[in-house]
């Protein structure tokens, strides 16, 4: 086995669980950050929960990634799609994790859409696949589904279920994705300002609690900051958009492993008001 496949595999097993670890962007509270708001959301919200997709009101494409741990052969990358429509919002999220020996990948394709004035509903369904040097390649098919709750035009609540059923990869089915589920509300407080938290339970993992803020210093530029819990590790980043575009940098700081650079680029149409 070679020695940067080991130290993957060394460093999956110090953050519980290589697959499910891997695949989720290490500042996934940074580039998900929102789907609790009407205020703050954005295209990459519905990879928190697909029913912020209900809130699209223009045609985003974005990119995200980020190197975790400084180490080339934990990259993660990650682009999405979101466009409205006159029957609901699609949207479609690409991830690709890891290197040439090891990676991960998912392809997934969203939709949203409004319940009335209170309610959104989406889901999303994804094709999994993993790959090992010398071991082969395995695939598994999983789905996601999510409701969010417009309490008032302030306070935003839902739910979010990933993998409920628990699929699996391969022929023989040993491997299994983890079900993952979350509780998030989010706190309007101005359109400067939005403060969020989530609660997150992974299958035979404690609970998680992903907590953070919104700050916009002006119309072009804003500030996030957060945290996550299991793993204490912190989050921090800007954003700056310019016309159609905004990009953004971002960084994590874990105790033991160290920082993790991203950037996040997101291009956004022009503005079309509808009702879906």
């Avoid at 035009?153 to 839902?158: A, L, S, V």
């Avoid at 040993?174 to 403060?195: H, N, R, T």
């Avoid at 803020?213 to 530029?221: G, R, S, T």
Wanted: with cysteine; proline share 3%; charged share 15%.
């Amino acid at each position: 086995m070679k020695p940067t496949l080991l130290l993957c595999l060394l460093l999956a097993i110090l953050l519980n669980g290589f697959a499910q670890v891997l695949r989720r962007p290490s500042i996934a509270g940074y580039s998900s950050f929102g789907a609790y708001s009407m205020q703050h959301t954005d295209a990459f919200s519905f990879t928190n929960n697909q029913a912020a997709l209900a809130q699209t009101k223009s045609l985003a494409v974005g990119v995200y990634g980020e190197r975790r741990f400084l180490l080339n052969e934990l990259n993660n990358y990650t682009a999405i799609v979101a466009m409205p429509t006159t029957s609901g919002n699609m949207g479609i999220k690409v991830n690709y994790a890891g290197f040439t020996d090891y990676n991960d990948t998912q392809l997934g394709l969203a939709y949203g859409r409004k319940l009335g004035h209170k309610v959104d509903i989406g889901a999303q369904f994804n094709y999994n696949a993993v790959r090992i040097t010398n071991y082969g390649q395995a695939s598994a098919i999983s789905f996601d589904i999510g409701t969010i709750f417009h309490i008032s035009d302030k306070i935003h609540t839902g739910i979010h279920a990933s993998n409920p059923v628990g699929g699996k990869y391969g022929k023989t089915n040993q491997e299994k994705l983890p079900a993952i589920y979350s509780i998030g509300i989010g706190y309007d407080a101005s359109d400067k300002f939005l403060v969020s938290a989530e609660i997150q339970k992974e299958e035979d993992q404690p609970i998680n609690v992903n907590a953070g803020f919104h700050y916009k210093i002006v119309n072009e530029i804003f500030v996030r900051a957060g945290i996550s819990t299991t793993t204490s590790t912190m989050w921090v980043g800007a954003g700056m958009s310019l016309k159609t575009l905004r990009v953004d940098v971002v960084a994590a700081y874990h105790p033991q492993l160290g920082i993790t650079p991203g950037v996040l680029l997101l291009f956004k149409g022009k503005s079309k008001n509808k009702t879906n």
